[in-house]
């Protein structure tokens, strides 16, 4: 069964602790992505990945860190610098734009990060 | 910069009346445009993009570049159309997505 994997789906942390959330693909795709998803803001990317080895912030970078060890997986870590980090969190991958544009994203089922 | 907004945070209809579901960008480009879904307890899904041009359960999106829209359409909605509507945008060089806050459509009985 292809698809994405997130890790945990609920992950409870106390002020103060870092957490790392897992995402791991079986679609061979290139790019991987992480998303944060708030009531009434939408999607903001937090960081993407093209290749590994390689990852480039998004619009809401601070606070988070990323590696690209492997073509599968791309794990988030939210540090206890991240000032907000209750929220719903979103892996996706794709494959890389070719000539034919942009290509689809396929999501995850989520990770629901809580602070307490 | 790269935006995306979707003016209704809701948008209810009945049954069977037509609904359009809104979105305009800021790009001076040539963005690709997509509309992605979210069904209760489902994941995130491509609806359909507009260098497909086709029609996905129904529903079409006509990039308007002169406006800068790309608003979603569907002439009779129906119940299982109920769900979390994202408009979203792919810059022409880059590699990264950008998301409009997403529009809930309740289609009552």
């Known amino acids: 069964d292809g698809g994405i994997t997130q890790s945990p789906k609920y992950l409870f942390r106390k002020e103060g602790q870092n957490v790392t959330l897992s995402c791991e693909q079986n679609?061979?795709?290139?790019?991987m992505y992480w998303y944060r998803q708030d009531p009434g803001q939408g999607l903001r990317l937090i960081y993407y990945s093209q290749i590994v080895n390689d990852f480039q912030k998004g619009d809401i970078a601070e606070g988070y860190s990323v590696s690209r060890e492997k073509k599968e997986s791309f794990p988030l870590t939210v540090t206890s610098a991240q000032k907000n980090p209750t929220a719903f969190y979103l892996c996706a991958s794709s494959i890389v734009r070719g000539l034919s544009g942009a290509n689809v994203l396929t999501f995850g089922a989520g990770s629901r990060l809580t602070v307490l | 910069a790269q935006r995306v907004t979707q003016p209704e945070k809701l948008l209810s209809v009945f049954k069977g009346a037509p609904v359009e579901l809104k979105c305009n960008y800021s790009y001076s480009g040539s963005p690709e445009l997509f509309w992605y879904v979210q069904y209760s307890r489902q994941r995130l899904q491509l609806l359909l993009r507009?260098?497909s041009r086709e029609s996905i359960k129904g529903f079409t999106a006509d990039l308007n570049k002169g406006e800068t829209s790309f608003h979603l359409k569907k002439p009779f909605a129906q119940e299982e159309d109920s769900a979390m509507y994202y408009c979203a945008l792919s810059p022409n060089y880059g590699q990264n997505f950008v998301f409009g806050p997403g529009t809930r459509l309740s289609v009552l009985p």
């Open positions: 679609l061979n795709h290139d790019a």
């Open positions: 507009h260098i």
